[in-house]
């Protein structure tokens, strides 16, 4: 019996000598230094979406780190991007990224940076819609309040644009003179009477609204009416 005890005890004694062995090197830190080690340039920061006629732009504040060479924008879903070299001119400053052609709708815009060794940063993003034939459908012209002679030229008197966050900037009007020529003239937002100077009498206007959305690089117009005056 004190025999077999002492073999049990033996026994119990080499293995907690050889169990340490079967563990992971505590000091083995390589699966983290990785990543410790990882390196992230300057990422893109307050983006605008400047949107167009099926186009736009989106402008970026790149960041003060002097590693970055590129930029990657990605769009639709990260189905469709476009690459550009960022300079050492552009660091710390805006720079424009333009799409010469994108459909309508809402998208959402991801925005990367490269240093030389292709190492990326932090994604940046940010959300917003491209105008196009659907936003212009839906445009309407500035209401004609009346009919009027100023100084013996004929004149329209608009109602007044009360609107505040609308995106109307004016109208514009054709007409033909007494000379038979074709005359325009726009007429500001925060003006309400526009004079037909030159008009022949009994005459028809052209009309069309201006709207020039927030940041937009193009300028929008509502479908045309013909007005006599």
């Not at 005890?9 to 050889?18: E, R």
């Not at 390196?39 to 732009?57: K, T």
């Not at 970026?60 to 639709?76: E, Q």
């Not at 479908?223 to 006599?228: E, I, N, V």
């Amino acid at each position: 019996m004190k025999r077999n005890i002492i073999n049990l005890l033996f026994g119990l004694f080499a293995l907690l000598l050889a169990f340490p062995a079967c563990l992971p090197n505590d000091g083995d830190y390589s699966a983290y230094l990785d990543k410790a080690e990882a390196v992230y340039p300057g990422r893109p920061d307050s983006i605008i979406i400047m949107p167009g006629y099926n186009r736009a732009q989106i402008n970026a504040l790149m960041s003060t780190d002097p590693r970055v060479v590129k930029i990657r924008l990605y769009w639709n879903s990260r189905r469709d991007s476009l690459d550009a070299v960022v300079s050492g001119d552009e660091i710390a400053k805006r720079k424009i990224l333009s799409l010469s052609s994108i459909p309508e709708g809402v998208y959402t815009f991801e925005l990367i940076t490269f240093d030389d060794k292709g190492n990326r940063s932090v994604m940046s993003e940010k959300t917003g819609q491209i105008l196009g034939p659907n936003y212009e459908k839906g445009l309407a012209n500035r209401v004609l309040k009346s009919r009027i002679t100023v100084l013996g030229s004929p004149a329209v008197i608009w109602y007044s644009e009360t609107d505040t966050t609308s995106a109307m900037v004016g109208t514009e009007v054709a007409y033909k003179g007494i000379a038979g020529d074709s005359l325009k003239i726009f007429t500001s937002r925060l003006k309400d009477t526009t004079i037909l100077k030159n008009a022949i009498t009994g005459g028809k206007l052209i009309l069309r609204t201006a709207y020039l959305p927030k940041n937009a690089i193009d300028t929008f117009y509502s479908k045309q009416d013909t007005l006599a005056y």
